[in-house]
């Protein structure tokens, strides 16, 4: 009973402090008497996605203040939040289930790659620029959040240096090419579209190519090496492609 309690106690903190962080206004009460009305609730969803809720009620009536909670939660299953984390009005309002309430901003925050509190898996932590070991790249090479073409004298031909960045709260956030989870903190830009940097790889060895050179073949990655198996008699011809989103500053 005592771990049940201090679990939910623990989300209920990370959720009004993520909270508190999107909106910029501090709680006025305890978590729901600062929700109760809705109004915070639909707030975050603009700040987040803006003009995802048009109309947000702002009489202390109990069934317009209810409203809000009603245009909340739909909002919430229009992002792609499943339907076993949001809760049901009364659950806010009246204080049913608070855990639940919680747990559905929680995962809101997940499911638009704001990160987790906890550890992540190695391939999605955060990527730190400088701690490359790969002699192929200059540590003292700008980063630029876009690939960087060059020719380097090769048989191979076009060679390309992955774009760097870091994902920040204010930035949404999109999920890996490879493994499909989402980026929630370093990502790699390459081949039109964004990876976590140790999901980056060659396609046919699997060498990691987040801080070195690579070669597009057929929309794919492959490193020197295996560029001059998978296309040892022509040059390769490789153009970046637009995939249609860009990471807002």
């Excluded at 790659?113 to 790969?134: M, R, V």
């Amino acid at each position: 009973l005592f771990c049940s309690w201090k679990m939910g106690d623990t989300r209920i903190a990370e959720a009004q402090k993520w909270i508190e962080e999107i909106t910029g206004q501090p709680f006025q009460g305890d978590f729901q008497e600062h929700l109760k009305s809705g109004v915070v609730l639909c707030e975050l969803l603009n700040k987040l996605k803006p003009g995802t809720i048009s109309k947000i009620n702002r009489s202390r009536m109990p069934f317009m203040q209810m409203e809000n909670v009603n245009a909340y939660i739909n909002a919430c299953k229009g992002l792609g939040v499943p339907d076993q984390y949001n809760f049901v009005t009364i659950d806010l309002f009246e204080g049913k289930n608070l855990l639940q309430v919680a747990q559905n901003i929680i995962t809101l925050k997940r499911e638009l790659g704001y990160g987790f509190e906890k550890q992540a898996p190695a391939q999605i932590q955060d990527y730190a620029p400088g701690n490359s070991s790969n002699p192929s790249l200059s540590q003292d090479a700008p980063v630029s959040e876009q690939p960087t073409q060059f020719n380097d004298g090769t048989k191979t031909g076009t060679a390309y240096r992955p774009g760097q960045g870091q994902v920040h709260e204010e930035r949404l956030a999109k999920n890996c090419q490879a493994c499909d989870r989402v980026i929630s903190s370093g990502f790699v830009n390459a081949c039109g579209t964004s990876w976590h940097p140790n999901c980056f790889t060659c396609k046919k060895c699997g060498t990691k190519l987040a801080r070195a050179k690579y070669y597009e073949h057929n929309n794919a990655a492959y490193c020197e090496r295996c560029i001059l198996v998978i296309n040892p008699k022509t040059t390769v011809k490789s153009t970046t492609r637009d995939m249609g989103f860009k990471f807002a500053n």
